[in-house]
Structure formats: C-alpha cells, structure tokens
C-alpha cells in the first residue's frame, strides 16, 4: 500500500511539532533536533517537517511504497507521465534509508517516489539528493534552452 508523503520546511520547528500535533491529533512518530515526522493512517501520509536550509514552505512531495515490486510500479508510472527522471538510488535521507528517484511536476514542484529499508542515525548530508536535484534542475534547463 503506497502512503502520500509531503515534506514542508520550517524556521521554528518545536512551534511548528505543536501545531501539526494539534492539527493531526497525533505526536510525530520520530523527533530530531532538525526533523519531525507523523506516519498518519488517517489520512494515509508520511508528513515530515525540518529546518533544513531551505526557504519555508513545501519542499517536496512525495509518494512511499512498501516493497520493490510497488517501487518499480511508481517508477513506470514517472516514465509514463514525462519529464526527466532523476534516479538517486540508494541513500541515507532524513534518518531513514531509502531508495528514490525524482521527478518536477509541470507546475515546477519536486516529486519524490522512495522505498523505505531502515533506519539512520543521521539525517544525512543531502548530497545524493542536492546531486538529484540539480541534475534534474540542469536537466529541465537544458530542455528549455534558459
């Protein structure tokens, strides 16, 4: 079963847990210095939030699967919608272990399908995902000659 995954950054994180909390009746199910996370049922979303040197805002949505098979589904499904596809791999992300890759809607807004396999101990340096991005940011701006 696949599950919505929406990632927001934020200036003020233990403000911005105490709201989420409120809003979705729930506390995060993991709590860094950096990093918040609710896995919802109800709606079915991976909710995260993190002060992680972007702009506030959305950052990313996101769609996480539970097993290879469905991952390799939600990759066909990339191909079909257009665009370039930005394969990452296998990465260290946001405390966790994940194989992804992106995609830019045509309203400009990142994508990210991912396979969780565990846990990490770090948030992770970003690179994988900084070189994903501006592949995929190099990528759009060669096809639209900018």
């Given at each position: 079963?696949?599950?919505?995954?929406?990632?927001?950054?934020?200036?003020?994180?233990?403000?911005?847990?105490?709201?989420?909390?409120?809003?979705?009746?729930?506390?995060?199910?993991?709590?860094?210095?950096?990093?918040?996370?609710?896995?919802?049922?109800?709606?079915?979303?991976?909710?995260?939030?993190?002060t992680?040197g972007?702009?506030?805002?959305?950052?990313?949505?996101?769609?996480?699967?539970?097993?290879?098979?469905?991952?390799?589904?939600?990759?066909?499904?990339?191909?079909?919608?257009?665009?370039?596809?930005?394969?990452?791999?296998?990465?260290?992300?946001?405390?966790?272990?994940?194989?992804?890759?992106?995609?830019?809607?045509?309203?400009?807004?990142?994508?990210?399908?991912?396979?969780?396999?565990?846990?990490?101990?770090?948030?992770?340096?970003?690179?994988?995902?900084?070189?994903?991005?501006?592949?995929?940011?190099?990528?759009?701006?060669?096809?639209?000659?900018?």
């Open positions: 079963m696949k599950r919505m995954h929406v990632h927001v950054s934020v200036q003020d994180l233990p403000q911005s847990i105490g709201f989420y909390s409120a809003l979705f009746d729930a506390e995060p199910a993991v709590v860094k210095p950096d990093y918040a996370k609710w896995m919802l049922d109800d709606p079915r979303v991976n909710f995260a939030i993190s992680r972007r702009e506030p805002g959305l950052d990313h949505l996101g769609i996480q699967v539970e097993n290879k098979t469905e991952l390799h589904e939600v990759y066909a499904r990339l191909r079909k919608a257009g665009g370039t596809v930005i394969g990452q791999g296998e990465t260290a992300c946001c405390y966790a272990k994940s194989e992804k890759s992106w995609i830019d809607d045509p309203a400009g807004i990142a994508w990210e399908t991912f396979h969780t396999t565990g846990e990490n101990i770090e948030y992770g340096d970003g690179t994988g995902e900084n070189e994903a991005r501006v592949a995929r940011a190099t990528a759009c701006c060669v096809a639209t000659t900018c």
